[in-house]
């Protein structure tokens, strides 16, 4: 069955970096685009980010736009969201999600259990 | 403030039927993007409910069904039980922003009586 398992969440200070992972496994990764979506304590989905089957395009949100860095390793079935620049607003639950197309953004079909990142001094 | 707009809260008895709007524009349902749904029961991740405007995973109880409409779409729950008390959330894509945008409604927490 298909799993994705996110981790590398945790406090970080205003200003400051934290890389997230996502393994997955039970389906083909290499054939999927991938998504990161996040959650606000108490609010709403944010879609923050989607990468290609094959990484050769990147998308995102422009509240994320170049302090973020979504990226994929297929051999090690693994996406990334490298975050910079971080912001007290960024504070929220982290989702992988699996898209189910490759080429193109459509929808959600599998979503990891989140993680939780919280930007504090 | 969301590019979807979806009711903040809805209300029903168990076996009744409650519908949940998601109003777009020109730019994104209006121009013909699917619409997709979700069901975030409390503190767990969101889960696929409906996808492709009107379609069911496997394992999704045909109590629930999704329908478009120009620039709108609707979730519909009938025979309300107590485990559908979740947050719902349609998703769509959005052409007219800084590049392809998926978009999300705000949520739609629904209370069952």
């Known amino acids: 069955q298909v799993q994705l398992v996110e981790s590398g969440g945790g406090v970080v200070q205003p200003g400051g970096s934290l890389r997230l992972s996502c393994a997955a496994s039970g389906f083909t990764f290499s054939s999927y685009g991938m998504h990161w979506v996040r959650q606000a304590p108490g609010k709403g989905l944010e879609w923050v980010a989607f990468?290609?089957?094959?990484?050769?395009?990147?998308y995102y949100a422009d509240s994320v736009k170049g302090r973020f860095t979504i990226s994929r390793d297929n051999s090690k079935n693994t996406l990334y969201l490298q975050m910079n620049s971080l912001r007290a607003e960024d504070t929220a639950v982290y989702y992988c999600?699996?898209?189910?197309?490759?080429?193109?953004?459509?929808?959600?079909?599998?979503w990891g259990q989140g993680t939780l990142v919280t930007v504090s001094s | 403030q969301s590019v979807l707009t979806q009711p903040p809260s809805v209300s029903g008895a168990p076996g009744q039927r409650v519908t949940i709007s998601c109003t777009g524009s020109s730019s994104n349902i209006g121009a013909g993007y699917d619409v997709h749904w979700y069901q975030q029961l409390p503190g767990t991740a969101p889960k696929l409910l409906i996808y492709?405007?009107?379609n069911r995973p496997s394992g999704v109880p045909d109590r629930f069904s999704g329908s478009k409409s120009g620039t709108s779409a609707s979730l519909a729950i009938t025979g309300l039980q107590a485990e559908d008390e979740a947050d719902y959330y349609c998703?769509?894509?959005?052409?007219?922003?800084?590049?392809?945008?998926?978009?999300f409604g705000g949520g739609t927490k629904l209370t069952v009586l």
């Open positions: 998703q769509s894509y959005d052409s007219s922003l800084s590049g392809p945008h998926v978009v």
């Open positions: 990468i290609r089957y094959d990484g050769s395009n990147k």
């Open positions: 999600a699996k898209d189910r197309e490759g080429r193109r953004v459509y929808y959600f079909d599998y």
């Open positions: 492709g405007n009107s």
